[in-house]
């Protein structure tokens, strides 16, 4: 545990933690709007391929407002809202004082406790259409799409861990 720990300590620092946030935010936005979905449903002719972004809009135009808000909230406002959080925690350029960025930094770790949540309801999705390939309905495969948006929120973790909040509590209380 010493060596994880160790190593973790290394790693802290806020400039990796700004870079990780902008690498995440970058790979977010390309991931919620790649190819997310390939869904093919041979008895209706239906071969769509939907992106996060697109199948959110499917949700909402087919009356599915309970889905769509789920996944817009999980899989697209929250973690654009955690990495602006970091950004902005991170840049010493923004004046805030130490009090509010160690306030924010609190609550971006609480956020980061429901950070595989938008990763887990993307898997309930993909499950749900599982099953309807177990029937034969449809078939579902995950798109390339799956991969940078798991990607994005693993280096968000990653960014979270490397806030190095020494250093807010050595700023000035005017700054």
């Known amino acids: 545990m010493d060596v994880v720990y160790s190593i973790v300590n290394r790693f802290r620092n806020n400039a990796n933690a700004a870079t990780l946030a902008v690498i995440a935010l970058v790979l977010l936005c390309i991931g919620i709007f790649s190819p997310f979905m390939k869904m093919k449903v041979p008895l209706m002719g239906v071969d769509n391929t939907y992106s996060l972004v697109g199948g959110i809009c499917e949700f909402f135009k087919s009356g599915n ?6 996944l817009l909230a999980f899989s697209v406002l929250f973690p654009i809202f955690k990495l602006l959080l970091l950004l902005i925690i991170t840049n010493r350029n923004i ?81």
């Open 95 to 175: 004046p805030m004082s130490k009090t509010i960025r160690i306030k924010i930094h609190h609550l971006v770790e609480l956020l980061a406790k429901y950070s595989m949540l938008d990763v887990f309801v993307i898997a309930i999705i993909i499950v749900i259409f599982k099953v309807a390939n177990m029937v034969s309905v449809a078939s579902v495969a995950g798109a390339i799409g799956i991969y940078i948006f798991c990607a994005a929120i693993f280096l968000s973790i990653l960014a979270g861990i490397a806030v190095d909040i020494t250093v807010f509590e050595r700023m000035n209380n005017d700054n």
């Open 65 to 70: 407002y309970l889905f769509g808000i789920i």
